[in-house]
């Protein structure tokens, strides 16, 4: 089993910035993907953005040049910072990751982009 938990979401005005992070513990293998994915109210869960143990990432077309994923391994961690947000990057942002164990969802956070 593996355990995800997110923080740093929060409210920010359009244009602000911020850091999501994604700490994860349990059998995470050392071959997997771990991803950041946002659901806005009435729509369908999305992709944001992947990263893998060799550190090849992809982005959302929606996100590109504006949001960065990374990680740390020593850490476990992954993070997502995020900058210039809009009012549609307003979700809820799950932290996922994907092994030979199966795929595991963290509990999500909160991000909220408004005047």
């Known amino acids: 089993q593996v355990q995800l938990v997110e923080s740093g979401g929060g409210l920010v005005q359009p244009g602000g910035s911020l850091r999501l992070s994604c700490a994860a513990s349990?059998?995470?293998?050392?071959?997997?993907?771990m991803g950041w994915y946002r659901q806005a109210p009435g729509k369908q869960r999305e992709l944001v953005a992947t990263?893998?143990?060799?550190?090849?990432?992809n982005y959302a077309d929606s996100v590109k040049g504006r949001f960065t994923i990374s990680r740390n391994a020593a850490k476990n961690t992954m993070y997502l910072q995020m900058s210039s947000l809009k009012p549609d990057d307003t979700a809820v942002y799950y932290c996922n990751l994907y092994n030979d164990g199966g795929n595991y969802w963290g509990q999500g956070t909160q991000v909220t982009v408004s005047s």
């Open positions: 990263i893998t143990n060799t550190n090849w990432i």
């Open positions: 349990g059998m995470i293998f050392a071959i997997n993907v």
